[in-house]
T-cell receptor
Framework: AAGVIQSPRHLIKEKRETATLKCYPIPRHDTVYWYQQGPGQDPQFLISFYEKMQSDKGSIPDRFSAQQFSDYHSELNMSSLELGDSALYFC????????????FGPGTRLTVT | ELKVEQNPLFLSMQEGKNYTIYCNYSTTSDRLYWYRQDPGKSLESLFVLLSNGAVKQEGRLMASLDTKARLSTLHITAAVHDLSATYFCAVDIRSGTYKYIFGTGTRLKVLA
């Protein structure tokens, strides 16, 4: 069965640089979520999209932005990177119609040096 | 603000022993999720509990949900080394979409 795809899987950036993370949801899933997991921490909700519109927003820094495109893939753009942005970033998808169960991607490990 | 707490945070146990991980949450919810995470890896879904009294078992792991007590348990029977990992519970909140609030995690180490 098709799963959530995230790219790249690993990314190394320097402070103050910009990073773009991509997420391709499971086919026919129209809802995408982004989570951030710092070292030794639990995943924290960042933002979600339904039908290409932002639906909910969590503890996402103003330096980050995200969008969902017409093919339902989503991108998380991170600017002015800080050392504290180093984390695992997970994308998850779900079908909206009664779709409370989320399916997580493999994650992107971002390291900021 | 919804809080999801797990205990213990760390658990070191001998192979063959039994133990229970507890997950408490602070608001009403009929659904609870358990995940396993190996170091640096993604979240592997273990159980989806959808109603009060739900009980699910897979191998040496059994999960239950008591929505009235706002408590879920993950019971480990006759632990083996391969179960060493971090276990998270999560509760969903509907705010437009269903976002997950994760517990603090329990890092389990099974000693051979």
């Amino acid at each position: 069965a098709a799963g959530v795809i995230q790219s790249p899987r690993h990314l190394i950036k320097e402070k103050r640089e910009t990073a773009t993370l991509k997420c391709y949801p499971i086919p026919r899933h129209d809802t995408v979520y982004w989570y951030q997991q710092g070292p030794g921490q639990d995943p924290q909700f960042l933002i979600s999209f339904y039908e290409k519109m932002q639906s909910d927003k969590g503890s996402i820094p103003d330096r980050f932005s995200a969008q969902q495109f017409s093919d339902y893939h989503s991108e998380l753009n991170m600017s002015s990177l800080e050392l504290g942005d180093s984390a695992l970033y997970f994308c998850a998808s779900s079908p909206y119609d009664g779709g409370y169960e989320q399916y997580f991607g493999p994650g992107t490990r971002l390291t900021v040096t | 603000e919804l809080k999801v707490e797990q205990n213990p945070l760390f658990l070191s146990m001998q192979e063959g022993k039994n133990y229970t991980i507890y997950c408490n949450y602070s608001t009403t919810s009929d659904r609870l999720y358990w995940y396993r995470q190996d170091p640096g890896k993604s979240l592997e879904s273990l159980f989806v509990l959808l109603s009060n009294g739900a009980v699910k078992q897979e191998g040496r792991l059994m999960a239950s949900l008591d929505t009235k007590a706002r408590l879920s348990t993950l019971h480990i029977t006759a632990a083996v080394h391969d179960l060493s990992a971090t276990y998270f519970c999560a509760v969903d909140i509907r705010s437009g979409t269903y976002k997950y609030i994760f517990g603090t995690g329990t890092r389990l180490k099974v000693l051979a």
